[in-house]
């Protein structure tokens, strides 16, 4: 099946082939065909990575002694500069000591280590021991955001993604998912704990009297050529490829100074391994080799263990030079290519949820799935639908922009704080901002009397609104934080696209507001969108269709139906814009939820004043069946299998996607 293109590798090559994005004349730039990484007729060979880890252990005492940490940045800095000579990349991995030095010396290393463009990450020293009886997976999971999050607070959490460690019988891969990381690496033994011991690679070698013995810290699998590749897991139930979850980063080789021994990191540890350009001719067939036989249509790695104590020690220093020294002259040949670990992720996932061959971006049809949220009559049904449409676009890997109005963001912070982090943290996710009564300037609800206004008191007004919590009985703000502002204090960032509404006295002003706050797209409802076109300083979603799913076309369309339609209704130009629309009411009741409140009829006629009496949502509002209920949640799922599986017509994009093409 081909696979969805990465939005964010759609986006860089919209880019680069644009020479105006906002020529309107020509609707849209003329876009080159893309290649795919696994087209061989086109010879583009997917990297074979070289990539290190240095751990900074959680034995190790530069919180408490600086002098120690002085000493670990003079060896770090040393290592960097030698690696730069010769274009290689080193990563450094902490765990807490070293990690909290960097605050507590106020010398934050890290950083210094990424601006230099070499690699950062966290070290897991957790959940795995010989005498590991097991701890629940939440457990687990304190524990590994305890590690990232002193390193967040370093580096920041986008260029924070991997845990090198953090293993035992508990589900470290879900985890390390809870926790926040995108991928693991350091794999070995110990980490097989946690899978049935059938599911284990190898053929049954990997038993638990195995792993505890001789095997804890042996690199796994055991055959070379199947632990250069990537893997993706949603959890620890076997060592099978999964759609979505977390990276498995492997590739280990073990410590570099004991590869021509054969020795185990372990057996590396301390100053016992002297690194010999022995070691590092065996590095260089072992690259060699696996360049002869890997499947040149997927990213590999490899990774060498650079222990703190071998870059310390000065008769080390020749053999290092050596070893980037040749494996420049790899690199310079096309063999290899050195890479952060967190890069070397980065393009796995460019590769896994990559472009085909066939695919012409000047043809596509970009889709959005929006997701309008705002039943705050039912905020838990709301909740378990939300997590439920999040779960679907992580499986199929396909963006999707929520929209949430003040009221339901109010709910979720009380009674589902979860679900507002994992709407920050999901990659698919691109969280916006619309209006539902009473607010006054919401479209045809002016009850306020807003036309008396002059400009000034309207700014205020307005200004009131969107920085302040709503009262559903009064209509009016409160002193408490809400509306645009507090969702954006909320996501860590401002909701990409805020629906401007109102009569004509009410737009410049919501629309400046929003602008000043970060917003940069709006949207309207009154026709087709051309692309690039702007209103009141924002961006105008584009929108050649508007495709209202949730009504279905009756019951017995299945969204491949509704989409093969609406195909035919955009016509043969491209590349066009489609939003696939919902309610997450749609999944649960036949109505608004709340009209009852705010009109007499639910064609939003005989507009009704507050005090609002919010006892009458719901009042003769038909829940759907759990037939009708199973209707609407398979044609969702339909539509995104379709749009996922034929990526030749669509490109699945959501707002910050937009933000990306607009800027470009």
């Known amino acids: 099946m081909k696979k969805l293109i990465l939005s964010i590798f759609v986006l860089s090559l919209f880019i680069s082939a644009c020479s105006n994005p906002f020529d309107t004349d020509s609707n849209m730039p003329t876009i080159e065909p893309a290649t795919n990484n696994n087209d061989d007729e086109q010879n583009v060979t997917a990297p074979l ?40 990349i080193i990563t450094v991995e902490t765990e807490k000591p070293f990690a909290k030095a960097n605050e507590i010396w106020g010398k934050n290393f890290m950083k ?16 795995g021991s010989k005498q590991d009886k097991g701890i629940s997976t939440d457990a687990l999971a304190a524990q590994m955001t305890e590690n990232k999050s002193l390193v967040d607070s370093l580096v920041g959490e986008k260029n924070n993604l991997g845990c090198s460690g953090g293993a035992g019988t508990s589900d470290w891969i879900t985890s390390a998912q809870k926790a926040g990381f995108t991928y693991i690496n350091g794999i070995v033994g110990m980490h097989m704990l946690a899978i049935p011991e059938k599911e284990r690679p190898d053929n049954g070698k990997w038993t638990n009297k195995y792993i505890l013995g001789e095997g804890f810290h042996q690199n796994v699998p055991t055959n070379l050529e199947d632990r250069i590749y990537f893997t993706t897991l949603k959890d620890a139930k076997d060592f099978k490829e999964d759609k979505s979850g977390l990276v498995i980063s492997n590739g280990e080789l073990g410590a570099l100074a004991g590869l021509y021994e054969n020795k185990m990191d372990v057996e590396c540890s301390g100053n016992t391994c002297t690194l010999t350009n022995e070691d590092v001719d065996t590095l260089i067939e072992t690259i060699k080799e696996v360049d002869s036989f890997r499947d040149k249509t997927r990213p590999a790695k490899l990774t060498v263990y650079l222990p703190t104590s071998l870059l310390e020690e000065s008769k080390n220093e020749e053999s290092l030079r050596y070893f980037f020294s040749e494996t420049k002259l790899l690199q310079d040949e096309g063999l290899m290519e050195w890479s952060s670990q967190a890069n070397a992720v980065k393009t796995y996932i460019d590769y896994r949820d990559g472009i085909t061959a066939d695919s012409t971006l000047d043809k596509t049809v970009y889709t959005d799935f929006v997701i309008n949220v705002h039943d705050w009559t039912n905020p838990q049904k709301s909740t378990e639908t939300l997590n439920k449409i999040i779960d679907l676009h992580e499986e199929y890997r396909v963006p999707v922009d929520i929209f949430l109005d003040d009221q339901i963001t109010q709910f979720y912070v009380d009674e589902s704080p979860e679900l507002l982090d994992r709407l920050k943290t999901s990659k698919y996710v691109a969280v916006s901002y619309h209006l539902r009564p009473p607010y006054p ?7 306020y009397g807003l036309t008396n206004l002059n400009k000034t008191e309207l700014t205020e007004l307005i200004l009131n609104y969107e920085e302040h919590k709503i009262d559903l009985l009064t209509g009016k703000p409160t002193d408490e934080p809400g509306g645009y502002q507090y969702l954006k204090d909320l996501m860590g960032y401002a909701p990409y696209t805020a629906v401007v509404m109102g009569n004509p006295e009410v737009l410049p002003i919501l629309a400046k507001i929003y602008k000043d706050k970060g917003a940069l797209i709006t949207l309207t409802h009154n026709g087709t969108t051309a692309w690039g076109e702007v209103q009141n300083g924002l961006f105008m979603r584009p929108e050649d269709l508007e495709v209202k799913v949730y009504e279905g076309g009756g019951s017995k369309k299945s969204g491949e139906e509704i989409l093969s339609e609406s195909l035919t209704a955009l016509g043969p130009n491209r590349p066009a814009f489609m939003n696939l629309k919902w309610h997450e009411n749609d999944f649960y009741t036949s109505e608004t939820p709340w009209w009852p409140v705010y009109w007499t009829d639910n064609e ?23 037939k009708t209920a199973d209707i609407q949640w398979t044609r969702y799922e339909e539509c995104l299998s379709y749009i996922s599986s034929h990526p030749e017509t669509f490109t699945a994009i959501n707002a910050k996607d937009l933000v990306g093409m607009f800027e470009g």
């Open 604 to 626: 939003e006629r005989g507009l009704l004043y507050p005090p609002y009496d919010i006892s009458k949502a719901m009042s003769g509002i038909k829940e759907k069946t759990q």
């Open 49 to 88: 990575f070289l990539t290190t880890m240095t751990h900074m252990e959680a034995s190790f005492t530069d919180d408490k002694v600086q002098t120690v940490f002085e000493k670990h940045i003079g060896v770090l800095t040393a290592t960097m500069d030698l690696a730069d000579e010769y274009n290689a």
């Open 112 to 127: 210094e280590i990424l601006d230099r463009g070499h690699g950062v990450g966290t070290h897991c020293d957790v959940g």
């Open 441 to 447: 300037y919401y479209w045809g609800y002016d009850w």
